[in-house]
């Protein structure tokens, strides 16, 4: 007898879960998504070109998530499957308590069923946090393979908030590309630092024929790079997996869903931001780590900022604007504006909450310990317009801007800005270089 399932997720690893493991499978019966933590994603649905039109000719409904345990009820669920990232592990119980209080099974798919397998040599990054450094680890272990003379595609964890059919299968070559497929301000976040650099990154809905395509880039593959999002493991079969801790959230790293998982698989962990954290936290990761994965190679790496026009921000009233996801739901208190308004001694750091519109004040009530600080969030044209309207709103001297893109392509910014970069630097051995040369010699890469 068929099980009706539900798949609790956030526009990303659930669709994924559901591709893997339940499309196609007349065992199941997906009754519906729920969507959380991303803004505007339920209500609309699952089409059923991607979902399978023989099993599911309406394609897949999705909720809120708010709204499940009324879902389990009317829909007759068997089991439901908890399916985003970077959550404490009392909240992941606490979800599993709403689902069987409504009668039906709690369940976590593990990667052995979703993970796809590449033709070509993986290297898959993760993280124990979101905000940990993973971007920063992928770009430098491109450059690396690049001077290599390799060719490396990235493939990005999944950002669909738009229209899924045509997000299937997305390449990003170019920054017009960014533009071509109406990307949001997260999306450009992850996609931008790797075309201004000179290599290609897909992403998408479905992702094993994402990484089909991406085997044959018409530019060229050698490598697949996944970069995962959030603290969420791969979607595909790693031959080196990389993860990346932070010691600025010590703790995070065996107290997260499934940030946990990804230092428990990885050979490699990198501990970030020694440059930033005390000493005690730091130990903190390295014993936490060191109990759970003994075997990981363990790489010290630091963030070093540059900073575009340090004397705007001497003694000056500053609006520092940061990666969203980062201080949202990786729950950071600050990031690298905020470092780099306190290194150049800001006069003031200016409160935006008095000022923000719209979808930012809403981003505020649902996070209110975001702080003095103004998260660039962006994953829809009115967000962007109350982004916009709420940078124009805070009466400041400069912007402080700490996002990996060229935030003022995107709004218009009616102040002085600063831009705030950051990229990994490995402090003291081992350390990347020498842990790629033995991945590019075990895979018969030299050219």
């Not at 936490?288 to 340090?310: E, Q």
């Not at 124009?392 to 935030?407: F, G, H, K, Y």
């Not at 600063?418 to 630097?425: R, T």
Request: with cysteine; charged share 25%.
């Amino acid at each position: 007898m068929k099980k009706n399932v539900i798949i609790i997720g956030a526009a990303g690893r659930d669709f994924h879960n559901f591709n893997t493991y339940y499309r196609g499978n007349a065992n199941y019966n997906v009754v519906a998504f729920t969507a959380a933590q991303i803004p505007d994603i339920d209500g609309r649905a699952y089409p059923k070109e991607l979902a399978g039109e023989e099993l599911y000719p309406a394609g897949i409904p999705i909720y809120a998530e708010s709204d499940l345990p009324k879902l389990i009820a009317d829909l007759k669920v068997d089991e439901c499957v908890f399916s985003y990232s970077d959550v404490p592990y009392a909240r992941v119980m606490g979800m599993s308590a709403i689902v069987n209080a409504a009668g039906a099974n709690f369940v976590l798919l593990g990667h052995a069923d979703t993970m796809v397998k590449s033709t070509k040599p993986v290297i898959a990054v993760g993280a124990t946090r979101t905000g940990c450094g993973k971007s920063q680890t992928s770009r430098r272990i491109i450059e690396i393979l690049m001077e290599k003379g390799l060719k490396v595609v990235a493939v990005r964890h999944p950002m669909p908030y738009g229209d899924l059919n045509a997000q299937k299968v997305q390449r990003f070559a170019t920054v017009e590309d960014l533009k071509k497929h109406k990307c949001t301000i997260e999306e450009m976040e992850e996609y931008e630092p790797h075309v201004v650099r000179g290599n290609v990154i897909y992403a998408g809905v479905d992702y094993e024929a994402i990484l089909r395509a991406a085997e044959v880039d018409p530019s060229g593959c050698d490598v697949v790079l996944w970069d995962g999002g959030n603290n969420d493991f791969p979607f595909y079969k790693p031959d080196l997996m990389i993860g990346v801790a932070d010691p600025l959230r010590p703790g995070a790293e065996v107290s997260y869903y499934p940030g946990e998982v990804v230092a428990r698989i990885s050979d490699v962990i990198v501990i970030n931001k020694i440059d930033s954290a005390s000493l005690d936290n730091i130990n903190a990761v390295r014993a936490n780590l060191a109990k759970i994965n003994p075997k990981a190679i363990v790489v010290d790496g630091a963030s070093p900022l540059t900073v575009d026009k340090p004397e705007l921000i001497r003694g000056k009233r500053v609006l520092v604007v940061e990666d969203g996801p980062t201080l949202t739901h990786g729950e950071m208190k600050i990031g690298a504006g905020v470092v780099a308004a306190l290194k150049f001694g800001a006069g003031e750091l200016v409160d935006p909450r008095p000022y923000t519109v719209g979808k930012l004040s809403e981003t505020f009530r649902i996070y209110p310990n975001i702080g003095t600080l103004l998260p660039a969030m962006g994953y829809g044209e009115e967000q962007v317009k109350d982004l916009e309207k709420t940078i124009e709103n805070t009466p400041c001297d400069a912007v402080v801007i700490a996002t990996p893109i060229d935030l003022s392509r995107i709004v218009k910014i009616n102040k002085p800005t600063v831009k705030v970069g950051y990229d990994l630097q490995e402090i003291g051995s081992p350390n990347l270089t020498g842990i790629l040369d033995e991945f590019v010699k075990k895979h018969n890469l030299v050219k």
